[in-house]
């Protein structure tokens, strides 16, 4: 079935420190996919997503490249802030007679000051 | 933006309670609205698929009298815990999509944080 695989965390990084979550899939068919994050008690909030191979998406800094070669759509940011302290999810998103959206375990990440 | 927004942000009720949790799309008709289930430091599990007119389409492993699922109107669908005890404790996120449809990311509420005591 689809599945959605995330590096496991926590990430511990000193501010300004570059970051790779690295994300993969398995799925039927053509997947939209996306990245997710998290702030401590609150709900989900998107921060950016790819529709088709090669697309990138980016958002506040943070980019992601839909390969489908590798089915992999990792996560990276030049240079993390303290703010950027959250859970990042990876999922994707198919259609099965309805857009069901698949989530990865979450990374947590810690960005030290 | 499209806002979902989800009611109450907490509650703590005794053990036995019913618990209900609301769920609006505040600017867009949504025919299709998902209820998830957080437990801490885990991700999101489906438990749900609430279609607007229609019975809900539970996942495997939910009890579908436990967590009852109204989506009455294109706009809003609750998910109520009956009889509610402490390992129902948990957080509760619901997300909406778009009437259009499209392959359009869906829309999360800020979540409910349930606590039975």
């Known amino acids: 079935g689809d599945s959605v695989t995330q590096m496991e965390g926590p990430v511990t990084l000193s501010e300004e420190a570059f970051l790779t979550i690295n994300c993969t899939y398995t799925?039927?068919?053509?997947?939209?996919l996306f990245w997710y994050v998290q702030y401590p008690g609150e709900g989900l909030q998107l921060l950016l997503k790819a529709t088709k191979a090669d697309d990138k998406g980016s958002n506040k800094g943070f980019e992601a490249t839909y390969r489908k070669e590798t089915t992999s759509f990792h996560l990276e940011k030049g240079s993390v802030q303290v703010s950027d302290s959250a859970v990042y999810f990876c999922?994707?998103?198919?259609?099965?007679?309805?857009?069901?959206?698949?989530f990865g375990a979450g990374t947590r990440l810690f960005v030290k000051a | 933006g499209a806002v979902v927004s989800q009611h109450p942000s907490w509650v703590i009720c005794k053990s036995g309670t019913s618990v209900k949790i609301e769920c609006r799309s505040l600017?867009?008709?949504?025919?299709?609205m998902f209820w998830y289930r957080q437990f801490p430091k885990q991700s999101l599990m489906l438990m749900a698929t609430s279609n607007e007119g229609s019975k809900a389409t539970y996942e495997q492993g939910v009890e579908k009298d436990k967590f009852l699922i109204n989506h009455a109107s294109l706009t809003l669908s609750t998910l109520t815990v009956t009889s509610a005890h402490p390992e129902d404790s948990s957080f509760y996120i619901c997300?909406?999509?778009?009437?259009?449809?499209?392959?359009?990311?869906?829309?999360f509420g800020d979540g409910t944080r349930l606590s039975i005591l």
């Open positions: 997300s909406a999509e778009r009437a259009e449809g499209s392959n359009q990311p869906q829309h």
């Open positions: 999922a994707l998103s198919v259609n099965t007679g309805g857009f069901k959206t698949i």
């Open positions: 799925a039927t068919g053509y997947p939209s």
């Open positions: 600017d867009f008709q949504a025919t299709t």
